[in-house]
């Protein structure tokens, strides 16, 4: 039933999900133990299932709240803008401790790696191949989702449409050539401190890019079921924040590990 309140504030209505969520996060841990000591992963695939399960179901929730029963008013959406803005923060603090492992380890490397950089014995990547084609397509891909935006905020559905569906494809292609790149790579996480600061850096902001992927193919999709309006697009916006700062993880990414870290 629709309730009207006498305040601009979203008091949450009971919800199961974070009771399921916290025994699909109890399930994972367990089974992560179970698999590292019994290599048995069915409990492990079972917490995974229960997470998936929970997030879709909240967020099909938070959608219905924010679009339908008009319970994101401005005050909450400034609410959910700051929680947004703040853990963007968060996560560029995590991305500095992988710089700060790098650059340690890069501008005073110690005797076991030969007291030089990259260490001896590691074949780096070339920074003018495969890398720089991947951030010609990440800030191609910050272009696009910009286009979206602005055709978003001038009610243009088609133009809208079209420019999120290239940002997707341009995110699916990056993760495919950093797929093909580990592929090739002729040193793994195991080899010194070059391989495990390269791996751990460029492995999770890969992840990033398909979270961040998925985060644009769910506004694409609800793009198109029309939840959007040129003033009311908080969804999006995140998505495009989100996608923002993993453009600029890259450059730097690029620049210090690709071909500085060269």
């Known amino acids: 039933m629709m309730s009207t309140h006498n305040h601009p504030y979203h008091l949450v209505d009971y919800s199961p999900w974070p009771l399921t969520g916290a025994i699909g996060v109890m399930t994972l841990v367990t089974g992560m133990v179970k698999w590292f000591h019994n290599f048995n992963m069915n409990l492990l695939i079972l917490g995974y299932i229960i997470i998936i ?109 079209q420019s999120l569906l290239i940002t997707i494809i341009l995110g699916i292609y990056f993760t495919i050539l950093q797929a093909y790149e580990y592929y090739e790579a002729p040193f793994t996480i195991a080899d010194s401190i070059y391989g495990s ?21 769910i506004c694409f999709y609800r793009h198109n079921l029309n939840h959007f309006s040129n003033k009311h697009h908080f969804g999006f916006e995140a998505a495009a924040w989100y996608w923002h700062f993993v453009d600029v993880v890259w450059l730097f990414l690029y620049i210090s590990i690709y071909w500085w870290g060269n």
């Open 53 to 161: 399960l929970t997030m879709y179901q909240w967020w099909r929730d938070i959608c219905r709240e924010g679009t339908f029963q008009g319970k994101h008013t401005i005050l909450v959406s400034k609410g959910l803008r700051w929680g947004m803005i703040l853990f963007i923060i968060s996560e560029v603090f995590f991305f500095i401790s992988f710089f700060w492992a790098f650059f340690h380890s890069s501008l005073s490397p110690n005797i076991e790696i030969g007291i030089n950089w990259p260490p001896s014995n590691i074949n780096p990547f070339n920074p003018f191949q495969i890398p720089l084609l991947n951030t010609i397509i990440l800030i191609t891909s910050g272009i696009t989702v910009t286009w979206a935006h602005h055709a978003l905020m001038e009610n243009n559905f088609s133009q809208t449409l």
């Open 197 to 217: 600061t390269f791996f751990m850096a460029t492995g999770f902001h890969g992840l990033h890019v398909m979270i961040g992927t998925i985060f644009l193919l």
